[in-house]
Every structure is written in structure tokens, then in C-alpha cells.
């Protein structure tokens, strides 16, 4: 079983839409999500990090956690051509808080 | 502020050889965590150090290994290299809150590494 199921990619959407990135995890007691752009031949960028349910917003990126349904998922609004790269989510198991189990990631492609 | 190094940048190994990775964390973090990246396998982590232990480990054979130095610097190495090591090595830091729990991990710019 996998432990954290990302959306099969790739996702396109024109410029100024909205993307959305979906996420699944299968251990209920997961205590933080976090999510990490990577451009192609770099690492990973920590974009944003979320530890209750509800919503956290920071600029045009909004994560969105439900622990009851194990899901967590990012939003873009106002995608850009500059926003393509591969989506990573990523959660930590519990009692293992810096250990991060990730998902195989999504490419988005933002279409100008 | 500088982020996390990683050395070298690219290494090309023989079969059953081996090799040393270096990552120097972000000042003030004291947890260094290692990841393997592969196109089939995705992030995979390896294990985690902190104040000079191994915290928490993933599932790799006992090929790889890791220590942490006094300055939180760490290493890992991997001993007779096979061609499936050849991936991206990364390596992350992050703070520690009190009672132990580690704030959020950013990562070094990774070591490829070939094995041929």
C-alpha cells in the first residue's frame, strides 16, 4: 500500500488559472504535510507546510488539510509559466516527525 | 544566510567502490537528514542525524551509513556501490524545537552520483 498518493500527471492549465494538486496519505496518525516544488535538474524548494486542518494561505499558495479524509492538497491561483515544475507532497509519520515520506510528485505544465 | 552544501556536486564510482557525501546544514540547525532520489523510486529517505546520533533510519541496506559531527555536519557513505545507487543524494536540515520535534526541512542541492 502506498503511503502517500499523489494525482497521476501530468497537469496543464492555461496562465492565470487556478491549479489544484491533490494529495492522499494512508496513515491516519501522519502529523505535518508539507509541499516542495522541484525544477527539473534541482532540488526540492519547501513551498508550504501545514499541521492543522483548515486552510493556511501565503501569497498565491493555499494548502488545505483534512485529517479526517487523509487528504491534503495545494492550490496556485494566478498559475504562471514560472510555476512549472514538479509538485512534491510530502507528510511525517508519527513519532518520526523528521522523517518524510513523500509522494512520487505531479508535473504541472502552466501554458502562457 | 547560507543554506545547505552539499559536496561534491557530481561523483562518478565503479561497481564496489565506495563514497563519502558531505552536507553542512544551515547555521543553527542541528538535524541533517539524507534522502536517495531515483526516476522509478522517487524520495526515499535514508536516515536522520541529530547531536551526533542516528535518529530515525529508512529502509536501505547496511551499505549506507551516515555520521553527524560535533558542528552538525554530516556524512554518509555508501560501501560497495552498486548500479542501482546511481540517484541524486539529498540531504536536509532542519531546526529542533524543544521537547525534540523538528521544524520544516530544506534541502541541500544534492550530489549525483554514477556508479558505472
Known amino acids: 500500500q502506498k503511503e502517500v498518493e499523489q494525482n497521476s500527471g501530468p497537469l496543464s492549465v492555461p496562465e492565470g488559472a487556478i491549479a489544484s494538486l491533490n494529495c492522499t496519505y494512508s496513515?491516519?496518525?501522519?502529523?505535518?504535510f508539507f509541499w516542495y516544488r522541484q525544477y527539473s535538474g534541482k532540488s526540492p524548494e519547501l513551498i508550504m507546510f501545514?499541521?492543522?486542518?483548515g486552510d493556511k494561505e501565503d501569497g498565491r499558495f493555499t494548502a488545505q488539510l483534512n485529517k479526517a479524509s487523509q487528504y491534503v492538497s495545494l492550490l496556485i491561483r494566478d498559475s504562471q509559466p514560472s510555476d512549472s515544475a514538479t509538485y512534491l507532497c510530502?507528510?511525517?509519520?508519527?513519532?518520526?516527525?523528521?522523517?518524510?515520506?513523500f509522494g512520487k510528485g505531479i508535473t504541472l505544465s502552466v501554458r502562457p | 544566510k547560507a543554506g545547505v552544501t552539499q559536496t561534491p556536486r557530481y561523483l562518478i564510482k565503479t561497481r564496489g567502490q565506495q563514497v563519502t557525501l558531505s552536507c553542512s546544514p544551515i547555521?543553527?540547525?542541528?538535524?541533517v537528514s539524507w534522502y536517495q532520489q531515483t526516476p522509478g523510486q522517487g524520495l526515499q529517505f535514508l536516515f536522520e542525524y541529530f547531536s551526533e546520533t542516528q535518529r530515525n533510519k529508512g529502509n536501505f541496506p547496511g551499505r549506507f551509513s551516515g555520521r553527524q559531527f560535533s558542528n552538525s555536519r554530516s556524512e554518509m557513505n555508501v560501501s560497495t556501490l552498486e548500479l542501482g545507487d546511481s540517484a541524486l543524494y539529498l540531504c536536509?536540515?532542519?531546526?529542533?524545537?524543544?521537547?525534540?520535534?523538528?521544524?520544516?526541512?530544506?534541502f541541500g542541492q544534492g550530489t549525483r552520483l554514477t556508479v558505472v
Open positions: 510530502a507528510v511525517t509519520p508519527p513519532g518520526a516527525n523528521s522523517k518524510l515520506t
Open positions: 501545514i499541521y492543522s486542518n
Open positions: 547555521s543553527g540547525h542541528r538535524s
Open positions: 536536509a536540515s532542519s531546526q529542533i524545537r524543544t521537547g525534540g520535534a523538528s521544524t520544516e526541512a530544506f
Open positions: 496513515d491516519r496518525g501522519s502529523q505535518s
